[in-house]
């Protein structure tokens, strides 16, 4: 049984992105994963019709004794944390600009059993970038055309005999997308309905012969490296993965 297996039944207590309540016996983890989750709602901010970003670097700051006990508990707590905040952004359709960063930092201002959370989305320009979702492959979407199909030519080859060697293009400027049959024997379908050309909308589904092609817009960025003197000051556990898609 996992840490926060009784996250559902904890506390859901946030004002302005700190969690500030007093415990008896001192801040318990499902209080950490509570303030984490309503950081993430609290910060996420809609940047498009379709595209909410979320904050993906979060500081958990401890007074020393809960800290002391947290880092006891060593990385399981640091992966489960991070798993809970990739979960629950998928669920409300979150996105990230980076890997998701959980850093638990002491803080001597704070008395036992309070904590607060502070976070920012990865420093640095976000871009969108196109991808496709192929048969549990992800492959990236250059601006202009690429070409799918089962032929060698093709940009990106699918092993599916139902389809045609070139059988459709997607074209991507870098904010917008459309999908083209070119010609295909079989057509091709955009959300189960036949088209030969249409906008293509982020999570629509593109079908060739059996293979489904979900096209998605994600973010991406390069967080900031922290300096030096600060990973040192800090005495920390990291939950580290991939943008969440």
Do not use: C
């Not at 950081?39 to 909410?52: F, H, Q, Y």
């Amino acid at each position: 049984m996992g840490l926060l297996d009784s996250f559902e039944k904890g506390l859901e207590r946030a004002v302005n992105g700190a969690f500030a309540k007093t415990f008896r016996s001192g801040v318990q983890p499902v209080e950490i994963a509570s303030a984490l989750r309503a950081e993430l709602d609290t910060k996420a901010a809609v940047v498009s019709r379709d595209r909410i970003l979320a904050p993906n670097n979060f500081t958990v700051r401890l007074a020393s004794s809960d800290e002391e006990r947290m880092r006891d508990l060593g990385s399981t707590l640091g992966e489960e944390l991070r798993t809970l905040v990739t979960t629950h952004a998928r669920a409300q359709g979150y996105s990230f600009a980076g890997p998701v960063t959980i850093t638990i930092q002491r803080d001597d201002d704070l008395t036992t059993g309070t904590l607060r959370v502070d976070s920012q989305s990865a420093q640095g320009d976000v871009a969108w970038r196109g991808v496709v979702d192929i048969s549990g492959a992800r492959h990236a979407l250059g601006k202009g055309r690429t070409v799918i199909g089962r032929g060698s030519d093709a940009d990106i080859t699918i092993a599916d005999a139902g389809t045609s060697r070139r059988h459709v293009e997607i074209l991507w400027d870098g904010e917008r997308a459309m999908v083209r049959d070119l010609g295909s024997t079989n057509g091709t379908k955009l959300d189960g309905q036949r088209v030969t050309e249409a906008p293509l909308p982020p999570d629509s589904t593109v079908t060739i012969g059996r293979t489904d092609i979900v096209f998605r817009v994600v973010p991406q960025a390069q967080p900031q490296r922290p300096s030096r003197a600060a990973a040192d000051a800090t005495r920390a556990f990291d939950a580290r993965g991939g943008t969440g898609e």
